[in-house]
């Protein structure tokens, strides 16, 4: 299921869109009013989608929240905005947005600016896992064991390659399958490796 993070400042808008995209769309949800509630859910959620507002009370931009997100996350954004001058724009697009919802909102003009990118997750059986980007999203002994379970390697024998104890070595399955989002079944984290190899590199 798609994941929508909605990062508005003004909480009627931002409910207004939560419960507009409840009643179309096949998603969870999170809404943040703040660029602290917003980091917070990116790190707990992580969203495949953000419908951002562009002009935030804070002296952060909706822009330059989604630069820093970029950083560490990988996502689709659309922003939602009242600005319709040049420069703005130019700006928003160097952050490379799925789309745009020009303000005031209504439920015709957010369902088409939204359908057209949920349309594309819903479709790609990547969604989720393509966006990750291991870098950011694992630290560099995590991404050690990934290298090590991408070889087939036991709990034990990863254990004993990297010198640590095979319980420290199942809390770092345990947390990577929680970034994740996999069961901690045995074959899960193996077969999103091998699925993912390419991500290790």
């Not at 059986?125 to 870098?135: F, H, P, R, V, W």
């Not at 254990?159 to 994740?180: P, V």
């Amino acid at each position: 299921m798609v994941r929508i993070l909605v990062i508005e400042d003004e909480i009627i808008i931002g409910r207004f869109i939560e419960r507009h995209l409840r009643t179309n769309f096949d998603c969870e949800i999170s809404v943040a009013v703040s660029a602290a509630e917003a980091r917070a859910a990116m790190a707990s959620f992580l969203p495949h989608l953000l419908l951002c507002d562009i002009q935030m009370e804070e002296e952060l931009s909706g822009i330059n929240l989604i630069t820093e997100l970029r950083r560490r996350y990988a996502f689709e954004v659309i922003y939602i905005t009242s600005y319709q001058n040049r420069s703005i724009i130019e700006k928003a697009a160097a952050t490379n947005p799925a789309n745009y919802i020009i303000k005031p909102i209504d439920e015709s003009q957010l369902f088409a600016g939204v359908q057209i990118v949920m349309s594309r997750l819903e479709t790609d059986a990547q969604t989720g896992k393509a966006y990750l980007q291991s870098n950011t999203l694992f630290t560099e002994m995590e991404l050690r064991i990934l290298r090590l379970i991408r070889e087939k390697k036991t709990t034990i024998a990863i254990a004993e390659d990297l010198h640590l104890s095979r319980f420290t070595i199942k809390n770092h399955r345990h947390t990577i399958c929680r970034k994740l989002q996999l069961s901690d079944e045995n074959n899960a984290l193996l077969k999103w490796v091998v699925q993912n190899g390419n991500l290790l590199k």
